[in-house]
């Protein structure tokens, strides 16, 4: 498959005013709100490392190249690609910027525009545009690459991505347990945001997820440390003073990544980092009127997840939607809910620049219409 296919069958969907469900290895459909579309376009051939310059630090794949084997090929070069959205490996790379998903690693290292240098995607009009380039000093012009991280498809399917790499360091895993109230969790997030060096990553697991993953205390502490060895055994000093800290397996990571395989309803709490402890209060009581469920946050970024199982019994699109819509100061963002639930979520389509933007990639609205909310 080629950027020419996917042009093809767009330049026939604006045709027969046929609107196009995008999908990439096709493992998080139920993400995103519910798209209008019956016809899918589906990129999971448009896979492969076509250009990998290890002494530039830079490698270009096509947006259904799975994150496993980009992982593969850079790791092979003493690289990697830090970015860990939920789910595991098998996902791609186009799904991943499209949907601007990141995980704990976003802590240490940015989320998926950070590590885009180019992008190449076709719009609405059937257009090949790329944005960017292939060499990290490549800012010029308007941004497309920003824009099109996140936009979930609506103003054009990516077809090829240039991402930028980053040297392998050593690393450690720790986890500690923490007390499940306020005050203890404050303490641990208050003291984490003045480590002198900050963690790779730092998650905090609510009670019913550590005892699933097989961690210590109602309430875990899991973070992350790299560098060389006299650094790490420094920050794992810092660590201690804050709590009882152990050595903890990095397959943890990947345990926690694939926490909300389970789960009919995700969305995520975010607020300032320094109300972190607040907006982990929030969740839990959003995750209690959802009729119970899990949680993890990164203290570092403000962000907390929250997860309800499927196969709750009564009305769950109900509950969700309540809980969702209980009065929160931050923000609250839908990952994957039961359909009758988003009501409670408000869209990000229907500003005026949203409007404007789509009119010019996508007019005949023939791309994941929907995802995203109605443009009204």
């Not at 798209?35 to 076509?50: C, D, K, P």
């Not at 084997?69 to 092979?76: C, L, N, Q, S």
């Not at 499927?310 to 929160?328: S, Y």
Request: glycine share 14%.
């Amino acid at each position: 498959m080629q950027a020419a296919d996917v042009v093809a069958r767009v330049h026939a969907a604006a045709a027969d005013h046929e609107p196009l469900r995008i999908v990439g290895r096709g493992g998080w459909l139920h993400g995103g709100r519910p798209v209008s579309a019956t016809q899918r376009i589906e990129l999971s051939a448009l896979s492969g490392i076509t250009e990998y310059s290890p002494d530039d630090f830079t490698m270009t794949v096509g947006a259904g190249t799975t994150l496993a084997e980009i992982d593969a090929a850079a790791r092979a070069h003493g690289q990697w690609l830090p970015l860990d959205p939920a789910g595991d490996g098998t996902g791609s790379i186009g799904a991943t910027v499209a949907t601007a998903s990141a995980g704990p690693l976003a802590t240490g290292f940015g989320r998926p525009r950070d590590h885009l240098l180019g992008i190449e995607f076709v719009n609405g009009h059937g257009a090949v545009i790329k944005g960017g380039g292939r060499v990290m000093k490549n800012v010029a012009g308007f941004d497309l690459v920003r824009l099109t991280t996140g936009a979930w498809g609506t103003l054009g399917i990516i077809t090829s991505v240039t991402l930028r790499l980053r040297a392998t360091v050593p690393g450690e895993s720790l986890v500690a347990p923490l007390e499940a109230v306020p005050e203890a969790i404050e303490r641990a997030a208050s003291g984490l945001r003045h480590l002198a060096v900050p963690p790779l990553a730092a998650e905090l697991v609510g009670s019913p997820l550590a005892a699933a993953m097989g961690l210590p205390g109602h309430t875990a502490l899991l973070v992350r440390v790299g560098g060389n060895a006299q650094s790490i055994h420094a920050q794992r000093a810092a660590l201690c003073a804050l709590a009882p800290f152990q050595t903890a397996d990095d397959a943890t990571w990947h345990r926690l990544r694939a926490s909300g395989g389970a789960a009919d309803a995700v969305w995520r709490l975010s607020d300032r980092i320094s109300r972190f402890a607040e907006t982990w209060a929030a969740a839990g009581v959003a995750t209690d009127m959802a009729g119970g469920g899990m949680l993890h946050g990164s203290p570092l970024l403000g962000v907390v997840r929250c997860m309800v199982p499927a196969g709750r019994e009564g009305n769950a699109a109900t509950r969700v939607a309540h809980a969702v819509a209980h009065p929160f100061a931050g923000r609250q963002v839908g990952e994957a809910l039961p359909e009758g639930a988003w009501r409670a979520v408000p869209g990000t389509a229907g500003n005026d620049l949203s409007r404007r933007l789509r009119a010019a990639f996508d007019p005949a609205g023939i791309l994941n219409p929907g995802i995203m909310g109605e443009l009204t």
